[in-house]
Nanobody, 114 residues
């Protein structure tokens, strides 16, 4: 069983920054699959925020382009989401996902509020 363990969420003021981390543990090598960050608010579907493929190419949702950066450190088996210029509408539970598998993290809550 592959475990994805997220951390780094919290409460931040509008305009602030957070960095989310996702460690891929328990027997899976990070660079075997694309990795994605998704987010979900109550009553809504889980939406893709950012994606990094095995070659390091990235894609972003339009709403976060220029503000969020996804990266991966294969040596540490970790994928990151650097979030800058945060807005209240970024408030959600953020999930890490190993694309092409059924492996998801438990989610980390991000709240952007003054």
């Amino acid at each position: 069983q592959v475990q994805l363990v997220e951390s780094g969420g919290g409460l931040v003021q509008p305009g602030g920054s957070l960095r989310l981390s996702c460690v891929v543990a328990s027997g899976s090598i990070l660079n075997m699959y694309p990795m994605g960050w998704y987010r979900q608010t109550p009553g809504e579907q889980r939406d893709l925020v950012a994606l990094v493929d095995i070659r390091g190419s990235t894609n972003y949702a339009e709403s976060v382009k220029g503000r969020f950066t996804i990266s991966r450190d294969n040596a540490k088996n970790t994928v990151y989401l650097q979030m800058n210029s945060l807005k209240p509408e970024d408030t959600a539970v953020y999930y890490c996902h190993q694309v092409g598998t059924g492996n998801w993290g438990q989610g980390t809550r991000v709240t952007v509020s003054s």
